[in-house]
């Protein structure tokens, strides 16, 4: 890998933006479906269909979005398109407990056009961005290096956010059990739960008549616990917006990104290179 490729900054700035949107996406498409199967009721079926307003949005409009980088530069659409699917995670993160699959189009639709139309002015821009970024020599290791970021983010992204919802939900559990008077033995009984996230059961021995609100508890955890990791989604979506606004210029208007405006205008060591 040349590392002369991050003398351009153009470059460099994709690679973050992608780094934390797509370690946010992943996150947001590993949590989701936990959220719509272990709590509001969904079957796999249903929770799968879920993400079909992403996949349509994200599908139809990627051949448009992709002719903003010609028209506007890829600053604009590397700006609103985070910035968007930020703002998706948030509305995820304000859904709570919910009826069940007959509330999804008033509870996770929303959200998830927001998010999906967020990706979708994201996906063509960034990847044109990145194979404009440098010299045609370095189309192949660009595409690769972007490709090995986006893996990468997932994988580190899902490690550790992982971790921490593991940590949030056995305290929100303990702490929301506090208001039902269990014994110390199901209190221990029902920590020790809490590695199963929105699959904890409800520890035998506990009364009938207390098991519907150790059950509650469960649910209600787990809801705070996924808003916290969808909030953290937010954060990250909108900090690669930023890494739009440090690193990542605009280019001329008029001028095509199939001429290599991008790298031109943007490495030191591409301007020794001959324009075709």
Known sequence: ?????????TFSGAN??????????????????????QVQGYNPAEAGLAFLPFTVILAGLSRWAGGLVDRYGPRPPLLVGPSLAGAGFLLMALVGLTSGPSAYWTSFFPAMA?????????????????????????????SGINNAVARIAGVLAIAVMGSV?????????????????LSPQMRQDLKNESARLGLAQVPIGVPAGQA???RQVIRLSFVQTYRLVMIICAAL?????????????GWPRGQPVGKNTGWRQDSDSARSETAP
């Open 1 to 9: 890998m040349p590392l002369e490729m991050y003398k351009s900054r």
């Open 16 to 37: 973050l933006l992608t780094l934390f949107l797509y370690g946010a996406l992943n996150v947001a498409t590993f949590f989701l479906p936990l959220n719509l199967v």
């Open 114 to 142: 927001i998010f999906g139309l967020g990706m979708a002015i994201t996906v063509a821009p960034l990847t044109t961005t990145v194979m404009s970024a440098l010299p045609p020599r370095f189309a192949g290791t660009e």
């Open 165 to 181: 919802a593991l940590l949030t939900f056995a305290g929100r559990l303990e702490a929301n059990a506090r208001v039902i008077d």
């Open 212 to 214: 519907p609100a150790v």
């Open 237 to 249: 979506a909108w900090l690669s917006a930023l890494m739009t606004l440090i690193f990542i210029g």
